[in-house]
């Protein structure tokens, strides 16, 4: 499941070569500081895309791979539009790969916990966060911060084939 969208003029499918990503074989990490910040989800994808160019998953040579980064900056937006809807704002994202998993977290100071709205009403406006990080992602969780204040939302992809 992924999104259409128009493409940046590097993200047009097959490049000269068409070789596979070279997905990093060893944990790469990056982080972004969020607080305070302005214009939050367009620098967190910005911030996630490079990171998807550096680490070979774009430009992508197949309509796979592309929809996997597409994935992956949909699933950024979900993530941290959540944090802003319902914890004041995300802390930090951080976005690490380590062989075909691609990682996202995001840190904030809230106290709720994200769940898919149940049942899930396709039709309604609104409400469709992380019904859409459950259908893209491998896997999705939360792990409360040591000292009872906030949490880390995360959510692992796989790496396109």
């Given at each position: 499941?992924?999104?259409?969208?128009?493409?940046s003029?590097g993200?047009?499918?097959?490049?000269?070569?068409?070789?596979s990503?070279?997905?990093?074989?060893?944990?790469?990490?990056?982080r972004?500081?969020?607080?305070?910040?302005s214009g939050?989800v367009?620098?967190?994808r910005?911030?996630?895309r490079q990171?998807?160019?550096?680490w070979?998953?774009?430009?992508?040579?197949t309509?796979?791979?592309?929809?996997?980064?597409?994935?992956?900056?949909?699933v950024?937006s979900?993530?941290?539009?959540?944090?802003?809807?319902?914890?004041?704002?995300?802390?930090?994202?951080?976005?690490?790969?380590?062989?075909?998993?691609?990682r996202?977290?995001?840190v904030?100071l809230?106290s709720g916990?994200?769940a898919?709205?149940?049942p899930?009403?396709?039709?309604?406006?609104?409400?469709?966060?992380?019904?859409?990080?459950?259908r893209?992602?491998?896997?999705?969780?939360?792990?409360?911060?040591?000292?009872?204040?906030?949490k880390?939302?995360w959510?692992?992809l796989?790496a396109p084939?």
């Amino acid at each position: 499941m992924s999104t259409t969208r128009p493409y940046s003029p590097g993200d047009r499918g097959p490049e000269a070569g068409g070789a596979s990503p070279a997905v990093p074989a060893t944990g790469q990490v990056r982080r972004l500081d969020l607080k305070g910040a302005s214009g939050i989800v367009p620098s967190a994808r910005d911030f996630t895309r490079q990171a998807l160019y550096d680490w070979g998953w774009l430009p992508a040579a197949t309509g796979d791979q592309r929809a996997a980064a597409e994935d992956v900056l949909l699933v950024v937006s979900e993530l941290v539009t959540n944090a802003c809807l319902h914890a004041d704002g995300p802390e930090e994202l951080r976005v690490g790969c380590a062989g075909k998993v691609l990682r996202l977290e995001v840190v904030d100071l809230g106290s709720g916990s994200p769940a898919p709205r149940t049942p899930h009403r396709a039709g309604r406006p609104g409400g469709h966060g992380m019904f859409i990080v459950q259908r893209l992602c491998l896997d999705w969780g939360v792990v409360r911060n040591t000292d009872g204040v906030g949490k880390t939302v995360w959510a692992e992809l796989a790496a396109p084939a």
